[in-house]
């Protein structure tokens, strides 16, 4: 393997890794070598993510978390670095949506969706700091979404809760990257999982929408993040820190 992408010997923590995109991304990881942690609230789902990366030949086990615990996140980092000896990766990915238009959320549902998305990759990541610290190096991958960039009269928190994980990505990025540790975002476009399964249901006209303005004429699929996860955890990747990648088909800058 080009040692540029090799991640053997690296242990990597992904939220959400049960399902989904983040499944998609913890595959890629183990297929370049690294130790998986899939970190999910879900545990038979967390379970039959580590039993299809180990049948493919990676490595994996399981947390089970609810990233809207301070507490259950910090227990994450440690039983990590208890089982593996080292964590190299952080991906912050686990993340819901309630669809309303802006007048009918409650107070409750803003904060859900805020700490699901938003305020649990600043724990996480405050959690992981210590031991990238310790070690000398580290890596932070942030799931955003085209609503980093764009508005969606259905989805007011959550284009909240995305917008700011790319500033707390940049700001992250400055704070640490002398510790050698780099912070960076993927945005991905429109891809077919169980969230946006619900969307096609909830919003009308949403799948054909989603064609027509998508340059590369096709949904993505949780596979089309096993890349740019292994760039962004990877040697690779080490003058990057700050960047919000788009992985959309070409979705944001179609005119
Ligand atoms: N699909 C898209 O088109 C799209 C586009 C842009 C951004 N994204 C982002 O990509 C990320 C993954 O989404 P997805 O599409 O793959 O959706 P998904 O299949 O619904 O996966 C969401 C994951 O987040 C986990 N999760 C949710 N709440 C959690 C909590 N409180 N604690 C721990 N884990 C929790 C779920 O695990 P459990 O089932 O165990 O709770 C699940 O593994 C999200 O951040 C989403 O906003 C998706």
Redesign the pocket.
């Known amino acids: 393997m080009n040692p540029l992408f090799d991640l053997s010997g690296k242990v990597a923590i992904v939220?959400?890794?049960?399902?989904?995109?983040?499944l998609g991304m913890a595959q890629g990881l183990a297929d370049a070598g690294a130790t998986v942690v899939i970190?999910?609230?879900?545990e038979s789902?967390?379970q039959n993510a580590v039993n299809a990366i180990l049948q493919k030949g990676g490595k994996a086990s399981a947390v089970v978390?609810?990233?809207?615990q301070q507490a259950e996140c910090e227990q994450m980092v440690q039983r990590s670095l208890q089982a593996h000896g080292r964590i190299d990766v952080l991906v912050n990915?686990?993340?819901?949506?309630i669809r309303k238009p802006p007048q009918a959320y409650a107070l409750a549902e803003w904060n859900q969706v805020l700490q699901?998305?938003l305020t649990s990759a600043f724990v996480c990541s405050q959690a992981v700091y210590p031991v990238f610290e310790h070690q000398g190096a580290g890596k932070i991958i942030n799931?955003?979404?085209?609503m980093s960039l764009f508005g969606a009269s259905f989805a007011t928190p959550y284009a909240a809760s995305?917008g700011g994980l790319v500033q707390m990505t940049k700001a992250m990025a400055c704070a640490w990257a002398a510790q050698h540790i780099q912070v960076n975002a993927i945005l991905?476009?429109?891809?077919d999982?169980?969230?946006?399964r619900q969307a096609r249901i909830d919003v009308d006209g949403l799948h054909q929408r989603v064609l027509d303005r998508t340059p590369a004429k096709r949904w993505g699929m949780?596979d089309d993040f096993a890349g740019i996860a292994v760039f962004l955890a990877s040697p690779a990747s080490d003058f990057i820190t700050g960047a919000a990648i788009a992985v959309d088909g070409g979705y944001s800058v179609q005119g």
């Open positions: 939220t959400g890794g049960n399902g989904g995109i983040g970190a999910g609230r879900n789902k967390n978390v609810d990233v809207q990915n686990a993340g819901m949506n699901t998305n799931i955003g979404s085209m995305k991905p476009g429109w891809i999982t169980d969230l946006t949780p």
